[in-house]
């Protein structure tokens, strides 16, 4: 490889590698750390490298797609100097022998530049049409993986033949004995890897919550119906409080995760706590999210004067009513006296109740939900039903045998 080849494919290398650091820190932040800031690139909502990040389309195998670059941008510097590290040598043994057999390492980079670009392809264009939002990060490396592999081609090769060339070389290094056996184990030993990162999602934990969020997103069966105004054991050492809104889908999530809980723990009682979004009774609120959610948090106040809190709270989170008469048919379904219900939800004793759990609410810092209180910390938004379960023994509750 001529020198000046060989400085420039350096240059274009590092600068992908560079760029990918970046990628790499970027989506570690999105994903695992809650209390970073926006970072450069995430401008608005179509220009949004952090929103990327955050969906399953960031990772391949569950090892993210800036790991993957990183990855190539180093293979490339590897075959750039393959040549000088076949000489490398210490007493006389050589230490990379294996290197021997990359015969034409132009070839080699020029392929990976272009498979990698037309992989690219497909990723603008998930990223355009469904994710409809744009990481200008990853568009430069893609733009880059084709300018490596332009530039890395032969001159004496057209495309075909580059690729010809990388997979004869690559039939001939895995016919030597050694080398072929060396591939198997490491294909083996890849395969383990990610399969583990597949199924764990150890490196996506964004990913792992959406797939939670979608596991408890639709109304459960019998094992999610519970009853009464006390969920869980009435002298359990642990209590947790939620605070929630009916309009609000991640709600839903909370408490059926916060319901099957209750069922797998003991020594736990989750104790549920109104904050509707709605300027109709929140005071402060300063913008409308939620219109109807007081409302609806009025209706599920009254049903625990006829002890079904729990029976109505699961109710108004299954269901999406149009009218208060659809409300009412599955309101009496339940036992409940209908015209009794009416007339609490419109007394002066619940609206007193509603607005002391709004100010609650706001008196230890809410100002959002779904939110969950375990001892003395708060967390708004959700986790994992794992990490959630675990949080919960961890502050007093047990298995139950």
Not at 202 to 216: F, G, M, R, T
Not at 256 to 264: D, F, Y
Not at 380 to 399: H, R, S, T
Request: net charge negative; hydrophobic share 45%.
């Amino acid at each position: 490889m001529k020198l000046s080849k060989r400085i420039i494919l350096t240059i274009l290398a590092l600068i992908g590698f560079l760029t990918s650091v970046k990628l790499s820190l970027i989506y570690i932040d999105a994903n695992f750390n809650p209390y970073a800031l926006s970072s450069f690139c995430s401008i608005n909502d179509l220009i949004d490298c952090d929103g990327v990040a955050k969906t399953s389309h960031s990772q391949f195998f569950g090892v993210p797609l800036a790991f993957w670059g990183l990855f190539l941008y180093f293979v490339f510097l590897f075959f750039t100097y393959v040549d000088k590290l076949q000489k490398v040598e210490i007493r006389g043994f050589k230490l990379l022998g294996f290197t021997e057999v990359f015969k034409h390492p132009e070839s080699y980079i020029c392929a990976l530049g272009i498979i990698a670009f037309l992989i690219s392809m497909s990723l603008a264009c998930i990223s355009i049409f469904e994710i409809q939002k744009i990481c200008i990060l990853c568009f430069f490396t893609y733009i880059l993986n084709l300018i490596i592999g332009l530039y890395a081609k032969p001159s004496d090769e057209n495309y075909l033949q580059v690729f010809k060339t990388s997979f004869l070389d690559f039939v001939d290094a895995v016919k030597i004995r050694k080398y072929g056996i060396s591939f198997v184990i490491a294909v083996l030993i890849t395969i383990g890897i990610l399969a583990y990162t597949s199924i764990t999602d150890v490196l996506a934990p964004q990913v792992k919550l959406q797939k939670d969020i979608k596991a408890y997103s639709t109304p459960g069966g019998d094992e999610y119906k519970v009853s009464g105004n006390v969920l869980g054991d009435k002298k359990a050492g642990l209590v947790v409080h939620e605070y929630t809104d009916y309009q609000c889908p991640f709600c839903f999530v909370l408490n059926t995760m916060l319901i099957r809980a209750v069922s797998e723990l003991e020594n736990l009682q989750v104790v549920h706590h109104n904050l509707p979004l709605d300027m109709e009774c929140n005071p402060t609120m300063r913008s409308q999210m939620h219109p109807g959610s007081c409302k609806l948090a009025k209706y599920a106040i009254a049903a625990s004067l006829q002890g079904k809190y729990w029976e109505m709270n699961n109710m108004l989170f299954d269901n999406e009513y149009e009218t208060d008469e659809e409300l009412f048919k599955d309101a009496a379904k339940l036992g409940l006296d209908v015209e009794k219900l009416k007339q609490d939800a419109a007394s002066k004793e619940v609206e007193e109740e509603l607005q002391k759990e709004i100010k609650e609410a706001v008196d230890i810092g809410i100002d959002g939900t779904p939110a969950l209180r375990i001892n003395m910390e708060t967390k708004v938004g959700i986790v994992p039903y794992e990490e959630l379960k675990d949080k919960l023994i961890k502050a007093g509750a047990k298995e139950r045998k």
